[in-house]
């Protein structure tokens, strides 16, 4: 099994910065893939963005140009570097990591005020 533990979230001005990070633990050797989704109250939840062991990454139209993901290998975690946030980026932001299945950390709220 895969445990994902996610961190960095809170409220912030809009056109402020947030980092979030998720740390993955457990079964880690056969991920190829971790990302973000969000889901914003009311609706559904979207895919943000992924970044695979190849590094190859992929981005929501939504965020392109003002959210980044990395990650640090050595400590099995990746980080969603979001800039010029606005009040439509507000939601709870789920970490994934994907083997054979997709496993879900357990959310983050971020919430951007205008």
């Known amino acids: 099994q895969v445990q994902l533990v996610e961190s960095g979230g809170g409220l912030v001005q809009a056109g402020g910065s947030l980092r979030l990070s998720c740390a993955a633990s457990?079964?880690?050797?056969?991920?190829?893939?971790m990302g973000w989704h969000r889901q914003a109250p009311g609706k559904q939840r979207e895919f943000v963005t992924v970044?695979?062991?190849?590094?190859?990454?992929n981005y929501a139209d939504s965020i392109k140009g003002r959210f980044t993901i990395s990650r640090d290998n050595a400590n099995n975690t990746v980080y969603l570097q979001m800039n010029s946030l606005k009040p439509e980026d507000t939601g709870v932001y789920y970490c994934?990591?994907?083997?054979?299945?997709?496993?879900w950390g357990q959310g983050t709220q971020v919430t951007v005020s205008s």
């Open positions: 970044i695979t062991s190849g590094g190859t990454t």
């Open positions: 994934f990591a994907q083997d054979t299945l997709h496993h």
């Open positions: 457990g079964s880690i050797l056969s991920i190829n893939a």
